[in-house]
């Protein structure tokens, strides 16, 4: 069993670095790989699920609904209820739950949101739900500008406050 493991364990570095060679490649790697918590494996993971059409996500909203991020507001006349969005892409939304998550100990400013939401009682997973939908957004305002992720940028409010 052990050298059935080590095996397997020389052959998935393998397909990491092979992976990570071919998505170096993509031009829009830079970017993905800018922003805190995603790696070459999540960042590839992220990037097939939203594909490359810069055309087919009107604003970042679309772009939120597609990864299952985004929030469903259900309302009647006395109750108002925000769930998890049940229609959604879920490889997308379960790489985006591990992108919020991985980004807690690499951005700052990520953990004092993930910090602020805990503080007005979101269970974990619904902070990481929030942060994700918000990490999203900020892809998006990556990809639209061309810009690498700036912590100062994607953050601005809560890098004031502190």
């Known amino acids: 069993m052990v050298r059935v493991l080590r095996q397997m364990n020389l052959e998935l570095a393998s397909l990491e670095q092979e992976l990570a060679a ?3 490649m993509h031009p829009d790697a830079e970017i993905y790989l800018s922003l805190p918590g995603l790696g070459f494996v999540l960042g590839a993971r992220a990037l097939g699920e939203f594909g490359d059409d810069r055309t087919r996500f009107d604003d970042a909203k679309a772009r939120k609904r597609y ?3 985004a929030p469903v ?5 006395t109750r108002k209820v925000v769930v998890a969005r049940v229609a959604r892409n879920r490889r997308l939304a379960d790489a985006c739950f ?12 990520a953990r004092r949101y993930y910090d602020q939401l805990r503080h007005r ?3 974990h997973p619904q902070a990481l ?3 994700a ?3 999203v957004g900020i892809l998006h305002g990556c990809l639209t500008h061309r810009q690498l992720y700036r912590e100062d940028v994607a953050w601005p409010l809560l890098e ?3």
Do not use: I
């Not at 591990?98 to 400013?109: D, H, I, M, Q, V």
């Open 22 to 24: 071919h998505f170096e």
């Open 67 to 69: 990864a299952g991020n």
């Open 133 to 135: 939908n918000r990490l």
């Open 73 to 77: 507001t259900k309302a009647s006349g």
């Open 129 to 131: 739900r929030a942060l």
């Open 160 to 162: 004031a406050a502190a």
């Open 98 to 109: 591990l992108w919020a998550y991985a980004s807690l100990t690499r951005s700052p400013g």
């Open 121 to 123: 009682d979101k269970t």
